[in-house]
């Protein structure tokens, strides 16, 4: 967030901008004591727009505006339907919503994990390997560390990259790398590595296959892509949390 005073006269302006946001009927912005920064931003909307794109507007209002950047997670989002069939009421009458970002969202069956790159650090101990992977528009990394011995690398890089899948997959889905081993098949430099893909208490053995173009480390990681992208359309991805939904009792 850039240098700023936020001041009462400031707070006034700012809400009223957010007001004049499409779907925004509250807001209410919240300073810390110091006044040089902010503490939090609570929205109430209505309609029917993902909350999601509710908190892009007020954090892109606000850079254009006067040049702040907000933290996404300091914007709350309550969101008020008229709809029975997209909002259930409690007892007292609040409007009580589900938070998409916090479910699991089946990806399409055409979603692939795309290679990011990686990276090798060694001394005289231990090895690090730090994998970069992307599902989309998302970026995770991986990271595994051992023993700096020849035979330990290529494994490393295997655990690395399933790490970083392992950020984007629901908690019920478990891999556990198998075997990584360097074959020459017509000729060429093959790695095949093999996974056991395990949900609801089953196991299932995954095979994947990359010719060694630049480095091994790279053909390891792109095996393990080629054994778990032929099972991503079955797979349950998280939905990165970009923002909170509370009950409209707050305003």
């Not at 998409?100 to 001394?123: C, I, K, N, W």
């Not at 011995?149 to 198998?178: D, N, T």
Request: aromatic share 4%.
């Amino acid at each position: 967030m850039s240098d700023h005073t936020f001041g009462r006269d400031w707070v006034s302006e700012a809400q009223k901008l957010l007001l004049s946001l499409r779907d925004i009927v509250g807001a209410d912005i919240i300073v810390n004591d110091d006044d040089t920064s902010l503490a939090e931003i609570n929205i109430l909307a209505e309609g029917h727009r993902p909350p999601k794109q509710i908190v892009r507007d007020v954090r892109s209002a606000l850079r254009a505006e006067y040049q702040v950047d907000v933290d996404y997670r300091k914007i709350s989002v309550a969101q008020r339907r008229d709809s029975e069939r997209d909002a259930a009421r409690s007892e007292d009458g609040a409007t009580i919503l589900t938070l998409p970002a916090a479910q699991v969202a089946e990806e399409p069956a055409a979603a692939r994990l795309s290679f990011g790159g990686v990276t090798v650090d060694v001394d005289q101990a231990v090895c690090r390997v730090r994998v970069e992977l992307s599902l989309g528009d998302r970026e995770a990394v991986g990271e595994a560390s051992g023993p700096n011995a020849p035979q330990q690398l290529l494994r490393l890089a295997g655990e690395a990259s399933l790490a970083a899948v392992g950020k984007f997959l629901a908690p019920s889905a478990v891999l556990v790398l198998g075997e990584v081993r360097e074959v020459t098949l017509a000729g060429q430099p093959v790695v095949l590595v093999g996974v056991t893909f395990f949900k609801d208490r089953t196991g299932k053995v995954l095979i994947g296959t990359a010719l060694v173009d630049h480095s091994l480390q790279q053909a390891v990681v792109c095996a393990t892509l080629s054994a778990l992208n032929r099972i991503l359309g079955r797979l349950r991805f998280r939905e990165p949390v970009e923002y909170r939904i509370r009950p409209t009792s707050m305003f």
